[in-house]
């Protein structure tokens, strides 16, 4: 009996070494598997940038429109496009910008990366040109303009950031859509842009714009005023600056 006894302690013994080492293994093995997929997930979106054949079609002075599309950097980047029409703008909060209407041409960005000094480039891809009779319409735009509807010296209850009216002014001949942005007072990113429709016989189209201004704490006054811009056509049109007086101001 005491001989079975041991035979059976022996036996244990021996298997133990085993045992732990399978236990041990298992997670060297499941971790093996687990850096792939985890690493991957960790990895961030490359900065890139793409010119595409405009969605709006139409060719102002006979020149096919295209999109600019960026991608892939960090949220709200301050970024400088360089090329036929060149822009300083921010990303948004997902790291992508998209520019409507820019001209056909080798483009590239510059920005900094992960807010160092250091500077970085990315080569935007550049598609092969449209066939320029593939186009949705032709027209030649002449002049753009912005009147200010607002007029100044009016006083007004800045306790609510004031209202300011502009009407903005395409002149032009023959048929398609014409792209086209508006920007305020000195910054260079883009508050709203649309499509401006020719058709013959139109030969000029109205767009009416209004914006809300923020006030600094104790001012007395508050100035605006915008630019029109349509890139394709290489012409902006600008306000006269509106300054309005602040009732509550003191």
């Given amino acids: 009996m005491n001989r079975q006894t041991n035979r059976h302690r022996l036996l244990v013994l ?14 060297a093995v499941a971790a093996q598997g687990r850096p792939v997929g985890a690493e991957a997930a960790r990895v961030p979106a490359a900065p890139s940038c793409e010119l595409s054949p405009g969605s709006g079609g139409g060719k102002p002075a006979g020149n096919a429109r295209y999109d600019l599309h960026l991608s892939g950097f960090a949220p709200n980047q301050s970024v400088r496009v360089e090329g036929k029409s060149s822009f300083r703008a921010t990303v948004s909060g997902d790291g992508s910008l998209d520019r409507q209407g820019v001209r ?3 483009y590239g960005v ?12 990315v080569t935007c891809t550049t598609p092969p ?21 607002t007029k100044s010296g009016t006083t ?24 086209y942005y508006w920007t305020y007072n000195s910054s260079a990113d883009p508050i709203a842009s649309g ?8 030969v000029s189209v109205s767009l009416f714009k209004g914006v809300s201004a923020p006030v600094m704490a104790n001012s007395s006054t508050v ?9 394709d056509a290489g012409l902006t ?3 006269e600056s509106v300054t309005l007086t602040c009732l509550n101001h003191g």
Wanted: proline share 7%.
């Fill in 195 to 202: 499509k401006a429709e020719f058709t013959p016989g139109i």
């Fill in 104 to 106: 056909y041409g080798t």
């Fill in 14 to 27: 021996l298997a133990a070494p085993l045992l732990v080492s399978s236990v041990a293994l298992a997670p």
């Fill in 223 to 231: 100035t605006v005023y915008l630019t029109l811009h349509v890139p």
């Fill in 237 to 239: 049109g600008r306000s």
């Fill in 129 to 149: 040109r449209e066939d320029p009779g593939g186009g949705k319409g032709d027209v030649k735009v002449t002049k753009v303009e912005v009147m200010a509807l």
């Fill in 156 to 179: 007004v209850d800045c306790t609510t950031p004031p209202k300011f009216e502009f009407d903005g002014r395409i002149t032009g001949s023959g048929k398609g859509s014409v792209g």
């Fill in 110 to 121: 510059d920005y900094r990366d992960g807010g160092s000094k250091q500077g970085r480039h």
